[in-house]
């Protein structure tokens, strides 16, 4: 990219020391984008902290509300719903384009909800605010897009396996911690060792939890499917890293199995693993540290006329968060580049 690249930008990371934020760090350092300035914010309770990156100590600055009157081409929203409600349309005003990680903009209809190898031609309807999408869905529409183009789906059965990352530290805490003498959990309602939760989020009045309306809603947004048909059953397992799903897809045209899998190994974005003779399938500790959809497990679903069943497996940290939003940035740095 840096071959066509024609200026440098300025970024500004909000959220800079939260998990999410050293993740995004530790892939820009890999990605070297023609960013020339970096600033990093927090909350007051971060603010003063120093931080090395790329070989550079920076002191990480409190988020105020004139902190993007000094002029940024980007940022980088990863410190929650609340904070992205405040402070995104301010950068925004200051003619910064935000991507948030939060949820606080994802059903927005007038913001793009984008995962660059589905639906990267939405970035362009941006309004100075383009969300970042589920972990739990970034990964699930990968491979499912694909299949959506070519033989239509009819309807999808989520039930995923969410690692304690997700969570954040405080979950992390959770599984390493649980068993010792004293300790109060911080984030879950009961002890996640040696148990899977099926609560994640809170728990709305439909008897679904706010995790599962995510799926459903952001899936149907993103493959711009108002209507399909979609369910949810989202579940923490004791996992410290990496999201796996096990999702089964109705399609409203056959297949034939072989050319099915043909399709998923030509999409970027996705390998597939998918070799039972040699116990060969996508594994939480393999995805962990890659960007990638790992696939596996696809066979028929013999129960209906024309259904799949797969295991999709990503690092949630990275292709569910900080790695799908600095993919987005690269969309727009090529696209402000090729409109020069």
Known sequence: ???????????????????????????LEEKKLPISEYVF???????GKKIIFMENEYTVRELKEDSFDEGFDFAIFSAGGD?????????????CIVVDNSSAW?????????????????????KGIIANP????????????????????????????????????????????????GYELQKFPYPIINNCLPHIDIFLDNGYTKEEEKMVNETRKILNRP?????????????????????????????????LIDE???????VVEDNISKNIYPLATNASGHDEVFVGRIRRDFS?????????????????????????????????????
């Not at 949810?232 to 297949?255: D, G, K, L, Q």
């Not at 190994?265 to 996705?270: E, N, T």
């Open 1 to 27: 990219m840096n071959s066509i690249n024609k200026r440098k930008y300025k970024l500004a990371i909000v959220g800079a020391t939260g998990v999410v934020g050293e993740i995004a760090r530790k892939v």
């Open 41 to 47: 914010f927090s909350s007051c309770k971060s603010a």
């Open 83 to 95: 904070t992205s409600k405040k402070f995104a349309p301010i950068a925004a005003s200051k003619n």
């Open 106 to 126: 994802r059903m927005d209809k007038d913001v793009p909800l984008v995962v660059p190898e589905v639906n990267s031609e939405d970035i362009k309807k941006h």
């Open 134 to 181: 589920n972990c739990s869905t970034i990964q699930a529409v990968v491979p499912l897009k694909v299949l959506d183009d070519k033989y239509k789906i009819k309807r999808i059965v989520y039930s995923t396996y969410q690692a304690v990352s997700g969570a954040g530290i405080k979950g992390i805490n959770d599984l390493i911690h649980g068993n010792e003498e």
């Open 227 to 259: 209507n399909l048909k979609i369910t949810a059953t989202t579940v923490r397992v004791p996992v410290i890293n990496s999201h796996s799903e096990a999702i089964n897809v109705e399609f409203e045209n056959s297949f034939d199995l072989d050319e």
């Open 264 to 270: 998923l190994k030509s999409c970027k974005g996705i």
């Open 304 to 340: 209906v006329d024309n259904g799949i069943n797969m295991w999709v497996v990503a690092d949630n940290l990275r292709k569910g968060a900080a790695s799908n939003a600095i993919q987005i940035l690269e969309e727009l740095i090529k696209q402000d580049n090729l409109t020069k």
